[in-house]
């Protein structure tokens, strides 16, 4: 049973990575704090190894705002904790963009990945990124995108879409902690998306842009490309959100 002992070991050290970040940020005098998990199923975190002072919310149907969920205008700050770097980066780690079947990812023309995604929708609430962690290609993706006023950890460095040159988690628990607490003083601004909104996904097969244009406000601008525009970038991502899961199947995965 190999795959099920790396996927419980790749639980536990996701479940640090949360922690480390956790404790940084209540070492910095953090009065709230709250958890999204954004990981596949997003049911991976040990639950009972999560620091009591957070909150968690868990699992994948019915989050309008996916990685975001939960989000709002009362935080100070978003940490992005495991991220990877967009569909396609040369020598990054499991790169994607939300699914497998998205090819790019377009915000007001701008191409961007997961972190940028969130870095949208968390920025329309006035909340910015502060923290990020993940390998290196993640970390220079966000940085191209955001400057350097964030924290950034690189955890690994990729060499593939499958291997990396990684440091050992005794070494970045500590570093992810100090990058936490820094990140809760950080003058950084949010990543704000220019009114009004268009965002476009290019898929990989044409069936799915076969269905996505099935949504209302998705229109198809080329057989594997459909974009929505709306006054702002949460209600232009909605109908694209609603249009990938309906194409995906997986708006009601459990």
């Given amino acids: 049973m190999p795959g099920k002992m790396f996927y419980n070991q790749s639980r536990k050290l996701l479940t640090a990575d949360v922690n480390s970040a956790i404790e940084g940020a209540l070492d910095a005098g953090a009065s709230e704090i709250l958890v999204n998990e954004s990981h596949d199923g997003m049911r991976n975190l040990l639950l009972d190894e999560v620091n009591s002072r957070a909150r968690v919310?868990?699992?994948f149907g019915g989050k309008q705002l996916c990685m975001m969920e939960g989000v709002n205008e009362s935080f100070d700050k978003v940490f992005l904790v495991g991220y990877h770097a967009r569909a396609g980066t040369l020598g990054a780690i499991l790169n994607?963009?939300?699914?497998?079947e998205i090819f790019n990812f377009w915000i007001n023309g701008v191409l961007v990945g997961?972190?940028?995604?969130?870095a949208a929708l968390a920025g329309h609430f006035g909340v910015p990124v502060a923290l990020v962690t993940g390998d290196d290609?993640?970390?220079r993706e966000m940085r191209g995108l955001l400057g350097n006023g964030f924290e950034g950890v690189e955890v690994k460095k990729g060499i593939s879409r499958y291997s990396a040159d990684c440091i050992p988690p005794e070494a970045t628990s500590g570093m992810i902690r100090d990058a936490a607490r820094?990140?809760?003083?950080?003058?950084?601004k949010p990543y704000k998306v220019k009114s009004p909104c268009?965002?476009?996904?290019?898929?990989?097969?044409?069936?799915?842009?076969?269905?996505t244009c099935w949504v209302p406000k998705v229109e198809r601008v080329e057989p594997r490309k459909v974009k929505c525009t709306a006054d702002n970038?949460?209600?232009a991502w909605k109908p694209i959100w609603a249009s990938i899961l309906l194409a995906s199947g997986m708006g009601t995965r459990e």
């Fill in 57 to 59: 919310i868990r699992g």
């Fill in 137 to 139: 290609k993640v970390i």
């Fill in 114 to 118: 997961e972190g940028g995604i969130s």
């Fill in 233 to 235: 970038v949460v209600d």
């Fill in 198 to 211: 268009t965002i476009e996904v290019e898929f990989t097969t044409l069936e799915w842009g076969n269905m």
């Fill in 182 to 188: 820094r990140a809760m003083s950080a003058e950084v």
């Fill in 96 to 100: 994607h963009t939300l699914l497998g």
